[in-house]
């Protein structure tokens, strides 16, 4: 497997973009980690013994190494289709990329951002500085199913701990996590910044929850069928060979686990040759 840095160079298009992007998750990220790891588990759970709390430090941590795995491994997997020498003869089904010159696989598409052709390119992502595509689309899958899960975690913490210190979630109780009301109480100096901080903090954890949530249905759905998002909308399904082949194309032997640890397992095809024997109807 071939590593690569991204050339999202200094000055090149875009580039501000993915700095914020990227400079927002990981600030969202560590404020995440740290208000579970040393403000909601302490206090929510104060009266729960020893292992009690130690589970819920290790599920947080877990969660976190998780995220980190799988989000370097996105960026340093190559996916492109790059220093490539076209074959001869030059398969009819290939295309030609008239940017790098160079007659392209099926599937592959060009990134004016990346400035290269990608192998089974699914979309350009800003929080990875990397294009999706063939060889590192299960880590962008795997690490939106995270973000989504903790994201949601800490949203319910976040919840439980303002419940306990702000205002109890019951009653007129409610309207106090409106932020108008949040921020008059503020104001007049009914609450602490710090609570006012601790709510705006759980409508981003929620808010990140359904966007990445609804962002890994929608990849693990196009991942189920054998299409590529662009495929999807298109409704093209030249390439779906029934559910479990399309998952251990995208994701290796035993996809499950890549959900549980971070792994580098071989991919069955190398993005390039999509000749195919016989569709497979089901399995
Ligand atoms: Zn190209
Ligand atoms: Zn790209």
């Not at 969202?28 to 208000?35: A, D, E, N, P, W």
């Not at 662009?230 to 082949?245: F, L």
């Not at 959900?259 to 497979?280: S, Y």
Request: aromatic content about 16%.
């Amino acid at each position: 497997m071939a590593f690569h840095i991204p050339h999202i160079a200094l000055g090149d298009k875009l580039w501000l973009l993915h700095a914020a992007a990227f400079v927002y998750y990981i600030t969202v990220s560590v404020i995440f980690l740290t208000t579970d790891l040393y403000i909601t588990i302490p206090h929510i759970y104060a009266d729960y013994d020893f292992t009690g709390i130690l589970l819920r430090y290790l599920l947080t941590v877990y969660i976190f190494f998780n995220m980190v795995a799988n989000h370097v491994l996105c960026t340093i997997t190559d996916t492109t289709y790059r220093n490539r020498e076209d074959p001869d003869p030059v398969p009819r089904a290939w295309g030609h990329c008239m940017t790098c010159q160079v007659h392209t696989p099926p599937r592959t598409w060009h990134c004016s951002i990346c400035h290269n052709c990608v192998l089974r390119r699914d979309h350009h992502c800003f929080f990875t500085a990397s294009c999706v595509g063939h060889h590192n689309q299960r880590y962008f899958i795997v690490l939106s199913f995270h973000v989504a899960v903790g994201s949601l975690y800490t949203g319910l913490l976040n919840a439980g701990y303002l419940h306990h210190y702000y205002v109890p979630f019951s009653g007129t109780g409610v309207f106090s996590y409106l932020f108008p009301v949040a921020f008059y109480k503020l104001v007049a100096g009914q609450t602490t910044g710090f609570l006012v901080f601790m709510l705006v903090m759980t409508y981003v954890a929620f808010g990140m929850s359904i966007m990445t949530g609804t962002l890994f249905g929608w990849h693990m759905l196009n991942a189920y069928n054998g299409q590529t998002s662009w495929e999807s909308h298109n409704e093209i399904r030249t390439y779906d060979q029934g559910p479990a082949k399309n998952l251990y194309e995208i994701f290796g032997s035993f996809w499950v686990l890549s959900f549980l640890i971070p792994r580098q397992t071989a991919l069955p095809g190398d993005g390039i040759d999509w000749r195919r024997p016989k569709p497979l109807k089901s399995l």
